[in-house]
């Protein structure tokens, strides 16, 4: 293959694509390298906001009046990390055109890495004062602006490399990542949550997973750098298939398929810390069982979940990716009635609450990435899913726990079954609106 000039391709990368030209990656390595990269991203951010339920209340946010307060100034800061995250994805994708997908890769995830394991050398409220608020914001602020640049474009290389017949299974893979990283932070902090003192928990014991971030993310780096330095991935973006365009450029051409894009996995999105970090909150503030043994129960749902993620591959397949979230939304919104009852209705109404969630949320999760990304050409889909899929997260999850937590304790649990629906409601709104425009620009006009 001949190594064409590409300004999104460093000098170093050509040459590691020169070695590998007798050395094909196989779509199955693609795979592997795009759940290890999403699953260290995942382990980061559950990393943190299992320790906002967890540690900082108590060792950030003392002066509370009440642990519900504490727990809601906790869940303040969690947004930061994905109101960062667009501003990231604008900076990476200047250097990614100046400087290679090589030089963004190193310097995002030894950022993201270099912020989670940071917060393990913390101090408390009780050594520094405010300072432990304001670097805790700092540090979380740098795990999004470093996710933002964390974006690799190896999703849409497996999905280029997808047979016609089979994209709703290649869409689901990289999703994996989600219920690996969550349930591996959750057996970190179930392990040391169940085999230590709480005061020892709070003064050592909780750093470790924090530790444990920075270790994965190099194990992820050299993964997907092994990718991005491949003949496939060069060929690629030498076609201008996975090359950065500038931000305002793609919005110029694709602004309203940005807005439904971040819309349309809604749903998932928004029950995606309602399973995760919100019923942990919940639990450990109303009672029903220990956080300990909730923790594992949150291990077998994420197991569950990941059947979720592999059953929405098959029957997307089958019925299409819209369709398959459009019935995952009209399930949430069935779910939402219920969910309520099930978490006030003590430790087995709780774990059914769990499983069940998982269940739901992998078929709906399973084909969020590929409706974000559907909407765009080749020629813009690296730049668009990224912003995409940023402001997805942002609007359908970053404020999750502190809303649902918020609702809950003032208004009753109730509520949180209202913000699950609300979720729905604008998924199945936006898949609607995406439908329509797609038949108003077939030949002939709307059918």
């Known amino acids: 293959m001949s190594t064409v000039v590409n300004p999104t ?10 070695i590998h030209d007798d050395k094909p990656i196989s779509p ?20 943190y ?43 990476f994708m200047w250097i990614d055109r100046n400087y290679g997908r090589g030089t963004k890769l190193t310097v995002a995830l030894v950022i993201l890495g270099g912020s989670t394991a940071s917060i393990a050398f913390l101090p408390g409220y009780d050594t520094i004062g405010l300072w432990s608020v304001a670097l805790l914001a700092l540090f979380r602020l740098g795990q999004g602006f470093a996710l933002g640049g964390a974006w690799d474009g190896l999703a849409s290389l497996l999905n280029l490399n997808a047979p016609p017949n089979r994209r709703g299974w290649y869409a689901m893979i990289p999703q994996l990542g989600a219920p690996f990283g969550f349930a591996l932070a959750s057996i970190l902090f179930g392990y040391f949550v169940a085999n230590l003192s709480e005061e020892d928990f709070l003064s050592w014991g909780w750093r470790y997973p924090f530790f444990v971030a920075f270790a994965i993310n190099v194990v992820a780096l050299f993964a997907r750098l092994r990718i991005v330095a491949s003949k496939e991935f060069g060929a690629a973006m030498e076609a201008r298939e996975l090359e950065p365009r500038p931000v305002f450029e793609m919005l110029s051409k694709h602004a309203h398929d940005v ?33 300990a043994e909730f923790l594992w129960v949150q291990v077998a749902g994420a197991a569950v979940g990941v059947i979720g993620i592999v059953l929405s ?27 309520p009852f099930l978490l006030d209705a003590g430790g087995t109404g709780q774990d059914a609450f769990i499983i069940i969630g998982f269940g739901i949320l ?27 899929s940023d402001l997805a997260w942002l609007v359908g999850a970053g404020f999750a726990p502190l809303v649902a937590l918020g609702l809950a304790s003032s208004f009753g649990i109730i509520f949180i079954g209202g913000y699950l629906i609300s979720g729905a409601i604008c998924t199945i709104i936006a898949l609607s609106l995406t439908r329509v425009l797609d038949q108003s620009n077939e030949p002939g006009g709307q059918r």
């Not at 906002?52 to 990390?81: C, Q, R, Y």
């Not at 399973?366 to 912003?387: D, N, P």
């Open 28 to 47: 199955g390595s693609i795979a592997i390298g795009v759940i290890i990269g999403r699953m260290s991203e995942f382990f980061d951010f559950f990393v």
């Open 259 to 291: 807005v439904l894009g971040a819309f349309a996995p809604l749903a998932s999105f928004a029950m995606f810390h309602l399973v995760t970090i919100f019923p942990l909150s919940w639990v450990t503030l109303t009672g029903g069982q220990s956080a």
């Open 362 to 388: 992998g078929l709906s999760f399973g084909q969020a990435s590929g409706a974000v990304s559907s909407r765009f050409g080749q020629y813009y889909r690296y730049t668009g899913a990224a912003l995409t």
């Open 49 to 91: 906001g299992l320790g906002s339920v967890l540690v900082f209340p108590k060792l950030i946010f003392p002066f509370a009046p009440n642990p519900v307060a504490a727990t809601l100034m906790s869940f303040a800061i969690f947004p930061l990390a994905f109101m960062a995250r667009p501003v990231g994805s604008f900076v």
């Open 9 to 18: 391709s460093s000098g170093m990368e050509r040459d590691a694509r020169r």
């Open 313 to 339: 591959g098959v029957i997307a397949d089958r019925i299409g990716r819209r369709n398959q979230l459009m019935i995952g939304a009209v399930i949430i919104a069935i779910f939402s009635f219920s969910a």
